[in-house]
């Protein structure tokens, strides 16, 4: 028997198991090296690799770029990373999918905004306030990265208040999506006073109408929110194309043609 047959790489995909019930390792803990296991089990890392990639494949490990391979938290059927993975590769692909994104949120956002005014417990109020505290408070925030973070939780209080296991799973399963849509919108958006002022004017409009139990106007609020939203981040790009556009183009510089207008 050749140490490269499906024998092997099942042996090797086995005794990894082993592995891993032996030394209790548990989601998120990382392998041993591959040089190591390799050493242990007395194959070539060519042989082990096949059978490492065995166990990727079919969800139990994950390898991180440079960062070893590491034991993947249990999916269930339903589960939001399922959700985003081909919706990730769209977007390293085309950064222009945000805008797919964005009519995402819109449709998702309006939905959950809708089931929590109807559902909301007062547990779920309560953790929405301190969410909405949170968010007011990043008004004088230097960091983008923060406050996105504090206005997604905003957003995912609405959702768990929705007690609707599907759209929650897929705002959950979009997290790391819209952080970086919700970045993207305040370091474009956030630096202007005016569109400051009307995105905490319905961010207040969302957090009233959930609290006061109100279906339609929290939905519409989503909608507003969103739709400002989608709205104003086109223009800005546009705006930044057309500039682009205007720096590229030959001749006299963008000053002097604007003197002689």
Known sequence: MTENTPRLAETLRARLLALIEEHQLEPGMRLPAERQLA?????????LREAIQQLISS????????????????????????IVEPIRQLLADDPDYRWDILEARHAIEASTAWHAALRATEADKEKLRLAFDALLKMHDCDDPDIAAQADLRFHLAIAEASHNVVLLQTMRGFFDLLQSSVLHSRQRMYTQPVIFNRLNEQHQAMFDAVMAGDAEAARQAAMDHLGFVHTTLKSLHEDEARQARITRLPGESLDNRKEKN
């Open 59 to 82: 969800g139990v490990l994950i390898s991180k770029r440079g960062g070893g391979t590491w034991l993947c938290e249990p999916q269930e059927p339903w589960s939001e990373q399922r």
């Open 39 to 47: 050493a242990e089990f007395g194959v070539s890392r060519s042989s």
